[in-house]
């Protein structure tokens, strides 16, 4: 922030975006499914999007100007 430069996994990888997928899917399965299941569901979720993500090439898209 100092830098006014934004953190790299902001920019272009998935990191943020399947970790909120992730905790979403817990809180959302929490009541219903149980805690552990919950807990391993969104675990789960979280590693197959960074998986597809690395094996797709996908990338957050881009501001423009940033």
């Given amino acids: 922030m100092m830098a006014g430069d934004r953190p790299y996994i902001f920019v272009k990888h998935v ?3 399947a970790s909120i997928a992730g905790a979403v899917l817990c809180c959302l ?3 219903s499914a149980g805690e ?9 979720a979280v590693i197959a999007m960074r998986f597809l993500a690395i094996h797709f090439k996908w990338n957050l898209p881009r501001i ?3």
Wanted: glycine content about 12%; hydrophobic content about 55%.
């Fill in 29 to 31: 399965m929490w009541e």
């Fill in 36 to 44: 552990q299941w919950a807990m391993l569901t969104g675990a789960l």
């Fill in 15 to 17: 990191y943020a975006s």
């Fill in 64 to 66: 423009k100007g940033f």
